[in-house]
């Protein structure tokens, strides 16, 4: 029964995983490369220059969602595992329907609103699948904590040199900003349902070559444990069998995309 829990977990929260993590990157990548594009633009004689080394550590934010932030959400999923699943017998047998019922349970349960967090409007709720107010605290740590490198400087040709602390600071700011927006929550929300649609379909073939001499095939869920570890492991690959390449297609997010680096491109942005 332990077993059954943790690899349902370790499943749903992969996912939970591979979507932030390509959402996030992907907002930072373009926040970074506008300011980059208007620095080299600017007109009024400056030169912006972005050092390596405010890229490292603005770039390197991602670490604290790898890190306190995984965990925090690893630790929701598997109580809402263990809650939606846990009294589900072992030798009972399952189909892929039946499969995609338990995750829809446990999805429904990790992505409601918390009951300290209700939405005044029906829209705001029916748009809160992964509630922003708690999402944002997986993916950044409190505002306040943020990485500091040795502060602003200036390179030997006068230029700016990568505004150390107070500018990873900004970055971090508008990050921040980006994440709690509605358009970012619509985004991420497009690509949870995406993977795992493709997911449920991988998982549905997984388990019917199983078991060919059933029409509906039909597992003890103890057989039915192992495919989904399996499964797991290969959700990160970047080989066209896991998440990653079609996520990374999608029209929403490469939209999403393009808006955040033309709106960080231009001069009111960030100045």
């Known amino acids: 029964q332990e077993l059954k829990t943790v690899t349902f977990s370790r499943f749903v929260a992969s996912i939970y995983a591979c979507c932030v993590l390509v959402t996030f990157l992907r907002v930072q990548l373009n926040i970074l490369g506008g300011c980059m594009y208007h620095g080299e633009m600017k007109t009024d004689g400056s030169v912006l220059h972005i050092s390596s080394d405010v890229h490292k550590e603005y770039l390197a934010a991602v670490q604290y969602f790898l890190g306190p932030g995984l ?40 992505e409601a609103p918390s009951s300290g967090a209700a939405s005044t409007t029906t829209a705001a709720s029916s748009e809160a699948r992964l509630p922003a107010h708690t999402l944002v605290t997986y993916l950044l740590p409190p505002e306040g904590e943020s990485t500091s490198t040795a502060g602003d400087s200036a390179s030997s040709d006068g230029t700016r040199s990568g505004a150390g602390d107070g500018y990873v600071g900004r970055l971090m700011a508008h990050t921040r900003d980006v994440l709690e927006s509605a358009d970012f929550r619509s985004t991420l929300n497009s690509c949870v349902e995406c993977a795992f649609q493709l997911s449920s379909v991988e998982l549905a073939a997984n388990i019917g070559g199983a078991d060919s001499g059933s029409s509906v095939t039909r597992l003890p869920l103890a057989r039915v444990v192992p495919i989904i570890n399996a499964q797991s492991h290969s959700l990160f690959a970047n080989n066209g069998d896991g998440l990653i390449t079609p996520l990374m297609s999608l029209d929403l997010l490469n939209q999403f995309s393009t808006n955040v680096y033309e709106a960080f491109s231009h001069e009111a942005a960030f100045d």
């Open 71 to 110: 965990n925090s959400l690893i630790e929701l999923v598997q109580e809402k595992v263990q809650a939606s699943i846990g009294s589900v017998s072992l030798k009972e047998k399952v189909c892929p329907e039946d499969i995609d019922r338990m995750l829809a349970e446990i999805r429904q349960a990790v």
